[in-house]
């Protein structure tokens, strides 16, 4: 995965996520929308075969970086949860 900011502010980035598609995006996606801050979040693939995964999130009392990383975390955290789990069967 290559993450390429497009587009940065105070309150907005918009990036690309090389490498990725709709499973790991929608999986970002839902952990955003979870972050306190985060009051939007969103992706499209412009092509499904050869598009690039572009994402927008907008915040109000958070950084947009820091949302990205505490989104990431806690994905992390789930994934290894889950890995766990199936360990056990």
Known sequence: ?????????????????????????NALKEEL???K???LTSYRISHPL?????FILETKS???????KSALESLKKKTEEFMKEVKKL
């Not at 995965?1 to 995006?25: I, R």
Request: charged share 25%; glycine share 6%.
């Open 50 to 54: 050869i598009g690039v995964p572009q």
């Open 37 to 39: 801050g985060v009051t």
């Open 33 to 35: 929308q979870q972050v």
């Open 1 to 25: 995965m290559e993450l390429n900011v497009l587009e940065e502010s105070k309150t907005k980035m918009v990036f690309e996520l090389k490498g990725e598609t709709h499973t790991f995006c």
């Open 62 to 68: 958070i950084e947009p970086r820091k949302a990205l």
